[in-house]
C-alpha cells in the first residue's frame, strides 16, 4: 500500500487532466484505434451485456468500440449516477440512440430503458499504472461499482480505456482502488489479469 498526501492524487488528477487534453488534441483517431486493438478473446463468449460510457471532454471516445461490440452481438448500456456515495446503475442503450444530460452533465439513457447488469465496463481514466490501477476523478463511483460487479459475477471484465501516455509508474493507491483486467489504449492492449468474462 502506498503512503501519500491528501493533496497527491488531487494535484496529479490536475496535471492529468490537462495531459488527456493535449493527447486527445494530438490523436483525433484514438477511438477508432481503441476499437481496433480491444481484444477478440473478452467477446468471444456472445450475449454478453457491456457498459461503455458517453464521452466527456478529452475522454477517449468509446463509441466506435461500443459499436463494434453492438455488431458482434453484445448488448450495450452506459452508467448512470443515482445518487452520491452510491454505486452506479446501468441503462440499456444503442449508439445513435438519445440521451439525456445527468449528474456531474453526464449523459445517460433515459429512465424508462432497461435497467441491466453488465459482464463487463468500458472505464474512462486519468492515469493507470502496470499494475491495472487507474486514477479517476475522485468520486469512488467507479471503484465502489466494480467492487459490487465483481462480488455478484466472478468473471466480470473491468477494461481501462486511455491514452499510452497516460501510463505512470508513481499512482497514489488507496484500500478501495479497485484494479482493471485489461487497460487498451490506442496502441497496446495491456493484459493484466487475462481474465475473461
Not at 462480488?151 to 466480470?156: Q, S, T
Request: hydrophobic share 40%.
Amino acid at each position: 500500500m502506498v503512503l501519500f498526501k491528501t493533496n497527491d492524487k488531487t494535484d496529479l488528477r490536475s496535471k492529468m487532466k490537462r495531459k488527456r487534453g493535449t493527447l486527445a488534441s494530438l490523436y483525433p483517431r484514438s477511438g477508432s484505434q481503441v476499437a481496433a486493438r480491444f481484444p477478440a478473446e473478452l467477446v468471444a463468449r456472445g450475449g454478453l451485456t457491456i457498459a461503455g460510457y458517453a464521452p466527456k471532454g478529452s475522454e477517449i471516445d468509446c463509441l466506435p468500440l461500443m459499436e463494434k461490440l453492438k455488431a458482434r452481438g453484445a448488448r450495450m448500456c452506459l452508467p448512470v449516477v443515482v445518487a452520491k456515495d452510491q454505486p452506479l446503475i446501468f441503462r440499456v442503450w444503442e449508439p445513435g440512440q438519445d440521451l439525456v444530460r445527468g449528474t456531474f452533465e453526464i449523459d445517460h439513457p433515459p429512465e424508462d430503458a432497461a435497467v441491466v447488469v453488465p459482464d463487463m465496463a468500458l472505464v474512462p481514466l486519468l492515469a493507470f499504472n502496470t499494475k491495472g490501477f487507474r486514477l479517476g476523478y475522485g468520486g469512488g463511483y467507479y471503484d465502489r461499482t466494480l467492487a459490487e460487479l465483481r462480488e455478484a459475477n466472478e468473471h466480470f471484465v473491468a477494461v481501462g480505456l486511455g491514452y499510452e501516455a497516460q501510463g505512470i509508474s508513481r499512482l497514489p493507491i488507496e484500500r478501495h482502488d479497485e484494479k482493471m483486467d485489461w487497460i487498451i489504449s490506442e496502441t497496446e492492449a495491456h493484459s493484466i489479469t487475462r481474465k475473461t468474462p
